[in-house]
Structure formats: structure tokens, C-alpha cells
T-cell receptor, first 111, second 116 residues
Framework: EPEVTQTPSHQVTQMGQEVILRCVPI?????FYWYRQILGQKVEFLVS????????KSEIFDDQFSVERPDGSNFTLKIRSTKLEDSAMYFC?????????FGPGTRLTVL | AQSVTQLGSHVSVSEGALVLLRCNYS??????LFWYVQYPNQGLQLLLK??????LVKGINDFEAEFKKSETSFHLTKPSAHMSDAAEYFC??????????????FGSGTRLQVQP
């Protein structure tokens, strides 16, 4: 069964560094999302992406964040200058038939 | 705005007992509703979904949920708990965005423990 994959599974970085989280959505899906889950808190919507552009974004998704689909298969989330509060689990999802399928997540730890 | 409330952050049942996880939603438009399960150190796996068809929805592993518009509820049930059901369960509602696509708004989650 096709599934969403994410790399790396765990990323440790220093505050102020740039990180890129990678996702490979399910191949025939057209809508893609990023969510995050800070430890002990709710899963929160960050951004949605369709047809090579952002469809919607939440208040969390500020200028430090960006997304792109560089090669037709990968879907990336970049954080330009990480803060301590960016430490969280980041989930990618792709959508088909109004249902979002989630990847296993990338745990980002900012030191 | 959409919101989800999950009553009970922790629920403990005995193996073989009924599982009932509660979810209430708020939505200004007809909602799509979902239950996801998260096993330790894993991602979110779809259990079942309601998208305006039958109000009683059956999912994987014998879970089911009933959409009750009058009560704005979408409680998750399973007749007989199994040890492998121990996990965190998230209820989510779809928020209709300007583009017509739907971002998910999640509840806080309910951690299910199954006692032998």
C-alpha cells in the first residue's frame, strides 16, 4: 500500500541554523500539507500546497518557514533560522478523496 | 472557526471491555470528521472518517463512530478492547479553506490504556 515517507526521522540542530525536512507524498495525490505537534500539545496545521503554490497557511507559518516541491516527488519544509520553540514533531500529509494520509513524522530538536 | 474537544485525556479499560472515546466538534459548515490513531513513535494512521454519507462509520480494527449532528458528537467505539489498541487517539474536523480544501483541526488526543 502506498504511503507517505519522511526524512530524516530525527533532526538535531543548533538554534539559528536552517533545516530542511523532506517528504515524499503518495504519487497520485495532488494536495500536500505540513502539520506540527509540539510535545504534549495538539497537532497543528502549518500550510497546504497545491499546484506548486501555497493554498493556505496558519499564523504559525511565518516568514521563517517555506515550502516547495522541487522535483515533482519531494515536498520540503524549510525553517530558515530555527528557534528553540520550533522543536516539535513535523508531519507531512497528502490528500486523496478528502482524506489526508500522514507520514511517520520528523522529530526536530533545536538546541 | 472549527474546533474539537476530546473529553478525557486518558481512558483505561480492561481487555475485552467496551471502548468509548468521546469527541465533540464545532463547525460553521457541514463537517468532515476523522479519527486517527498514533502508536508510540509513529505517525498518524487513519481509523475512519465521516464525509456526509452514512452517519455510522466503520473503520479498521473493528472501530466505529457515529456522527450525531444534534449533539455535535463523533464518538469512537469498539465492542471489545485488545491490548494492541493501546495508543493515542485523535479526533479531527476538516476546516473548509478559501481554496475549498480542508485543513484538519485536531483535538488534544485521548490516550487509551488497556489493562490485562
Amino acid at each position: 500500500e502506498p504511503e507517505v515517507t519522511q526524512t530524516p526521522s530525527h533532526q538535531v540542530t543548533q538554534m539559528g541554523q536552517e533545516v530542511i525536512l523532506r517528504c515524499v507524498p503518495i504519487s497520485n495525490h495532488l494536495y500536500f500539507y505540513w502539520y506540527r505537534q509540539i510535545l504534549g500539545q495538539k497537532v497543528e496545521f502549518l500550510v497546504s500546497f497545491y499546484n506548486n503554490e501555497i493554498s493556505e497557511k496558519s499564523e504559525i507559518f511565518d516568514d521563517q518557514f517555506s515550502v516547495e516541491r522541487p522535483d515533482g516527488s519531494n515536498f520540503t519544509l524549510k525553517i530558515r533560522s530555527t528557534k528553540l520553540e520550533d522543536s516539535a514533531m513535523y508531519f507531512c500529509a497528502s490528500e486523496m478523496a478528502d482524506t489526508q494520509y500522514f507520514g511517520p513524522g520528523t522529530r526536530l530538536t533545536v538546541l | 472557526a472549527q474546533s474539537v474537544t476530546q473529553l478525557g485525556s486518558h481512558v483505561s479499560v480492561s481487555e475485552g471491555a467496551l471502548v468509548l472515546l468521546r469527541c465533540n466538534y464545532s463547525s460553521s459548515v457541514p463537517p468532515y470528521l476523522f479519527w486517527y490513531v498514533q502508536y508510540p513513535n509513529q505517525g498518524l494512521q487513519l481509523l475512519l472518517k465521516y464525509t456526509s454519507a452514512a452517519t455510522l462509520v466503520k473503520g479498521i480494527n473493528d472501530f466505529e463512530a457515529e456522527f450525531k449532528k444534534s449533539e455535535t458528537s463523533f464518538h469512537l467505539t469498539k465492542p471489545s478492547a485488545h491490548m494492541s489498541d493501546a495508543a493515542e487517539y485523535f479526533c479531527a474536523v476538516s476546516s473548509l479553506m478559501d481554496t475549498g480544501r480542508r485543513a484538519l483541526t485536531f483535538g488534544s488526543g485521548t490516550r487509551l490504556q488497556v489493562q490485562p
